[in-house]
């Protein structure tokens, strides 16, 4: 079975700080990255994805990833309270360019 | 465009009834997916489809059926339906691994 692995929190940053959230996954083939930000009651939204070794800015967020490591992270720089959500994890298997496998998420709070 | 379009939003079911739940996609992607969430789970894969008139098993396909007659359409069958099935239903479409889901419908089976 193939699994990804996230911290399920709460994880609580103060406004203006740095989230870093984390995943890790099981497939060493699989080949696509994926971050879903899911808000109370909403539906996943697409946030970022990766595909090489390294990082990946965008705006305010930047995508990790380290596939020696089988790790992929998204680090928010100056937090705001509007980006307290559910972040999924979202990994495409080896030899799917199609097919997702989600983590159960990461809550996050942002205090003001 | 709309995007993925879901109905219903809501639905309260008697355990044994059969609903069907729609979706359907503006957007021209090949690929279309059923999931299903449940409070602190992940999204769970449920049935899936390359294209029209093929689909597939997913990781949870059991109590449920899917046809998939054009590009756009991709409903859901829910047969006998068990409290086991009261989740939270999301569609999603794609043409690559960046799926886009809609906005979902709640299901509770009593």
């Known amino acids: 079975q193939k699994e990804v692995e996230q911290n399920s929190g709460p994880l609580s940053v103060p406004e203006g700080a740095i989230a870093s959230l984390n995943c890790t996954y099981s497939?060493?083939?699989?080949?696509?990255f994926f971050w879903y930000r899911q808000y109370s009651g909403k539906s996943p939204e697409l946030i970022m994805f990766?595909?090489?070794?390294g990082d990946k800015e965008d705006g305010r967020f930047t995508a990790q990833l380290n596939k020696a490591s089988q790790y992929v992270s998204l680090l928010i720089r100056d937090s705001q309270p509007s980006d307290s959500a559910t972040y999924l994890c979202?990994?495409?298997?080896?030899?799917?360019?199609?097919?997702?496998?989600f983590g159960k998420g990461t809550l996050l709070t942002v205090n003001p | 465009n709309a995007g993925v379009t879901q109905t219903p939003k809501f639905r309260i079911l008697k355990i044994g009834q059969s609903m069907t739940l729609q979706c359907t996609q503006d957007?021209?992607?090949?690929?279309m997916y059923w999931y299903r969430q449940d409070p602190g789970m992940g999204l769970k894969l449920i049935y899936y489809?390359?294209?029209?008139?093929?689909?597939d098993k997913g990781e949870v396909p059991n109590g449920y059926n899917v046809s998939r007659s054009t590009t756009e359409d991709f409903p859901l069958r829910l047969e006998l339906a068990a409290p086991s099935q009261t989740s939270v239903y999301f569609c999603?479409?794609?043409?690559?691994?960046?799926?886009?889901f809609g906005p979902g419908t709640r299901l509770t089976v009593t």
């Open positions: 497939d060493r083939g699989s080949q696509s």
């Open positions: 957007m021209n992607h090949n690929y």
């Open positions: 999603a479409s794609s043409n690559r691994a960046e799926q886009y």
């Open positions: 990766i595909y090489s070794n």
């Open positions: 489809s390359v294209g029209a008139g093929i689909t």
């Open positions: 979202a990994v495409s298997p080896g030899g799917s360019n199609y097919k997702l496998t």
